[in-house]
């Protein structure tokens, strides 16, 4: 009975920390992307523009991005909104000077595909709305992540991956719980901070659908000091 509990609580615990790393792995690439758009533009400007483009696309699948050009003033502009696309050889850059009336905003929208992938697995844009008198200039990015599971579009993968996170994470906490009943000290302080760390992974993957890549960033490194801890708890659980 004893052999059989201890290879329950194993298994629960290795689906467990698999769920997370797989939670963390799809966080951290997503992030990445962000991360290397941001260093990959050669632009700057005054203050943030805010960007729309998908999180993941496949290899085979092109997306839309879009940014919403707006003109705050009482007056006229006529910004340069310029695109910046990386590619494998030369950045892909497109200019177009737009009219906008006192307070009017204009959506654009650009076209990306897997001609435009860098670095094996990532898409990176960057678009600048130039200063126009008074109305600064404004600068926003982002990185797509290219990878498909199964031939399935990049929402389906991201979403698919996600799942499997949650779900492998959960029935790994519930099945050590099992066989770990009634908890002592011991396993009763592992289950407190797993329950954080299962916590720490689901917002960390929730902050990358609206793009809070400063958040992400947090509850990566968070995730991190939090395995640490627990694999240092399970040493001392095992020579007790």
């Known amino acids: ?24 792995s799809l966080s951290a690439v997503v992030t990445w992307g962000e991360s290397e758009a941001r260093i990959y533009t ?18 085979v699948e092109s997306g839309v991005v879009s940014a919403d050009i707006i003109n705050p003033s009482d ?11 990386s590619h494998t050889k030369i950045p892909r850059k497109v200019s177009q000077t737009l009219t906008l009336a006192p307070g009017e905003s204009e959506t654009m929208q650009w076209i990306v595909d897997p001609s435009d992938v860098i670095f094996e697995r990532l898409i990176l844009v960057n678009i600048l709305q130039s200063q126009y008198r008074d ?43 099992y066989a770990r009943w009634p908890l002592n000290k011991l396993a009763t302080n592992i289950a407190q901070i797993s329950t954080v760390l299962l916590g720490m ?3 960390a993957l929730l902050s990358t659908l609206p793009r809070w890549w400063g ?18 708890e399970f040493g001392l659980f095992s020579q007790k």
């Open 135 to 177: 109305n600064p200039s404004r600068l926003g990015s982002c990185g797509i992540f290219i990878f498909s599971l199964f031939g399935l579009t990049g929402v389906q993968t991201f979403a698919l991956v996600f799942a499997v996170s949650l779900v492998t994470m959960l029935s790994g906490g519930a099945l050590w719980l």
């Open 42 to 59: 050669s632009y700057n400007a005054d203050t943030r523009l805010k960007v729309k483009c998908p999180l993941m696309l496949s290899p």
């Open 1 to 24: 009975m004893k052999l059989r509990s201890l290879l329950l609580s194993l298994l629960g615990a290795l689906l467990f920390l698999a769920g997370v790393l797989i939670g963390l």
């Open 215 to 232: 958040l992400t960033l947090i509850f990566d490194a968070l995730i991190l000091l939090i395995l640490g801890v627990i694999i240092t």
């Open 75 to 85: 007056e006229e502009i006529k910004p340069v909104v310029s695109v910046e696309v």
């Open 201 to 203: 992974t689901i917002l």
